[in-house]
């Protein structure tokens, strides 16, 4: 009952920081201090989660946690997650600490899910199927985040022909203005790019602790790279203010098209994630 407790505490560590790391994100692109706070406290409560576990280990086995290379991937991350904490305080750039935190992620996620973890652990095959579980949901939240982005620039289409050829009337009050439609498609895919990011880390982790043979070069994991790249640079060119307005629409339409090929062509096509 312990391990199965301990287990649970650690796959909420990895949600957590994965939710932590999407509010960073979001903070950094909008600016917004209510993402900020929240992903703060987020990685806060990780850290002091973190920190437990750690003092309990060091009491059991009456020495310091780094004689392993499974225990230095824990304190490695430990350390990352302190230094970001530590950054946020006193320089206030949350460039390094995003990255710091991604970087803390990807080793915590290993921790978790690690061949020796499951191994030693009486819920290894729930382990594994548990962090399958993680990477399709946050995979399905990517995709969700994106519909929303099409969503979004279909409105600014509409919106941009009525008002060119002035045929608004009181039919289209409710309708948001250009600028909202624009900001919307941003608020989308800045939530979409670290859920698509985070899940592909997890996939990968599930993959090479499952699979006997396991390759990168398959259908589905190339397109989810393609997929990051394009949303990405969406990103970064309005970040820059090199695109926006219809352009910027249009962008979103394309990246669309991608994903709904990546879901439907690349499932058939791929050597394991298999369509049904």
Do not use: C
Not at 39 to 52: I, N
Not at 113 to 129: C, K, N, T, Y
Not at 153 to 170: D, E, F, N, P, V
Not at 173 to 190: D, F, H, N, W
């Amino acid at each position: 009952m312990a391990d199965l407790t301990m287990t649970r505490l650690h796959e909420g560590m990895v949600i957590l920081y994965a939710i932590s790391l999407v509010f960073y994100f979001t903070n950094y692109l909008e600016k917004d201090s209510k993402a900020h706070r929240i992903a703060f406290w987020l990685l806060s409560t990780v850290w002091l989660l973190q920190t437990v576990f750690l003092i309990l280990y060091i009491v059991e086995t009456k020495r310091f946690p780094i004689l392993t290379l499974f225990e230095g991937i824990y304190f490695y991350a430990w350390l990352l997650i302190t230094l970001s904490i530590v950054l946020h305080h006193t320089y206030r750039v949350m460039v390094p600490v995003f990255f710091l935190n991604l970087i803390g992620f990807i080793f915590m996620t290993i921790h978790t899910f690690a061949p020796v973890q499951i191994e030693r652990s009486p819920v290894g095959e729930a382990l594994v199927s548990e962090l399958l579980f993680i990477h399709v949901t946050f995979a399905i939240l990517s995709y969700v985040a994106f519909s929303l982005s099409f969503v979004f620039s279909a409105l600014y289409h509409i919106l941009y022909r009525l008002l060119k050829r002035k045929r608004w009337t009181k039919q289209f009050s409710e309708l948001p203005s250009l600028g909202q439609t624009e900001k919307g498609m941003t608020v989308s895919i800045a939530t979409g790019v670290p859920f698509l990011l985070i899940s592909l880390i997890l996939g990968l982790q599930w993959a090479y602790v499952t699979l006997n043979e396991f390759s990168l070069i398959d259908v589905k994991i190339i397109g989810s790279f393609i997929l990051l790249f394009v949303y990405g640079y969406l990103l970064y060119r309005r970040k820059k203010g090199t695109l926006y307005g219809l352009s910027y629409a249009w962008g979103h339409v394309y990246a669309f098209l991608l994903v709904l090929i990546n879901f439907f062509l690349g499932s058939r096509l791929s050597d394991f994630h298999f369509w049904y």
